[in-house]
């Protein structure tokens, strides 16, 4: 299983040197956090970035991401689907294959038939765009209630419906334990359309009280990581895990130290020490 960096995890630096210690501490790929490619774009180019990850020997495996992408206004759809055109424009030219989508906060009295209906359109007409592109879109689920899409059976019925080549799925093990994601709900999966696998842990709180913030480093919360993973292997799932942590407190350590504990971490929980 390959081993990615996300870079939320090292919040506080700039992509350039997530590229650089993703590098320096082994990792096999990068997912893009896409507020740092702005920065990075308003002084350099694509092209300077794809160098930089070829000589990192780092692969750029997402873009994360595109919030918010439903039950908008004409205007809000309208600068959702350009930033789809935007982002999967720079994910061609750099030979990424994902764009990481997200569903919105869910509004006042709609039903979950109105939801379902919403995420499929939306996505079959994202989709559409990401495959002039040639881009997949990963949607990832948010284990919290007030999103739309909170749970791994929520995620899966859509993306099935959606029935699209390059729409596929998320998976974060810390959206999967807030959100009351099951096991039995991963053996219903198509592992060819789980694209990309967050692996975090979290603190021991009700799961009510949980917010990124209380992401921890693979092994050491509550979540049953190995269960998960095991379930994963079982219906063949075995392509990546990036690690994915929005903790503050890992924002202010030195970037390497941070990238080098969480791969070893995630070595450890995967069994490929």
Same mark, same amino acid.
């Given at each position: ?7 939320a995890t090292t919040?506080?630096a700039?992509?350039?040197?997530d ?14 956090w896409s ?24 692969r ?9 992408? =439903? +039950?908008?206004?004409? #205007? !809000?759809?309208?600068a ?5 055109h935007?982002?999967c %424009? ?17 509004p ?12 499929v ?25 007030d999103r ?6 929520e ?6 419906q ?10 974060? =093990? +810390?959206?999967f334990? #807030? !959100?009351?994601?099951t ?8 592992? %060819?359309?789980?694209?990309?696998l ?15 913030a209380?992401?921890?480093f ?6 049953p ?8 292997r ?23 130290r941070?990238?080098e ?12 020490q």
């Amino acid at each position: 299983m390959l081993i990615g960096l996300n870079g939320a995890t090292t919040m506080g630096a700039r992509l350039e040197v997530d590229v650089q210690v993703a590098g320096q501490a082994g990792y096999d790929l990068l997912e893009i956090w896409s507020a740092k490619l702005d920065v990075f774009l308003k002084t350099k180019t694509v092209g300077e970035l794809g160098k930089i990850l070829a000589q990192a020997k780092v692969r750029p495996y997402s873009i994360n991401s595109i919030e918010q992408i =439903t +039950f908008q206004d004409a #205007a !809000g759809y309208e600068a959702i689907v350009k930033r789809c055109h935007c982002l999967c %424009r720079i994910a061609q030219a750099l030979g990424c294959p994902y764009v990481v989508v997200v569903p919105s906060d869910k509004p006042k009295d709609v039903s979950r038939r109105e939801i379902f209906a919403e995420s499929v359109r939306v996505l079959r007409e994202l989709s559409a765009v990401a495959l002039g592109y040639d881009a997949g879109l990963a949607l990832e689920f948010i284990g919290q209630p007030d999103r739309t899409v909170s749970n791994l059976a929520e995620c899966w019925r859509i993306v099935e419906q959606v029935d699209r080549p390059n729409v596929g799925l998320v998976i974060d =093990t +810390f959206h999967f334990y #807030a !959100g009351d994601s099951t096991l039995a709900s991963i053996r219903r999966i198509d592992p %060819r359309k789980l694209f990309i696998l967050h692996i975090n842990d979290a603190e021991d709180r009700p799961k009510s009280e949980l917010t990124d913030a209380h992401r921890l480093f693979p092994g050491q919360g509550v979540i049953p990581l190995r269960p998960i993973i095991r379930a994963l292997r079982k219906v063949g799932y075995d392509r990546m895990a990036s690690i994915e942590l929005f903790r503050p407190e890992y924002w202010q350590w030195e970037p390497l130290r941070v990238a080098e504990m969480a791969k070893a971490r995630t070595q450890e929980i995967l069994g490929l020490q």
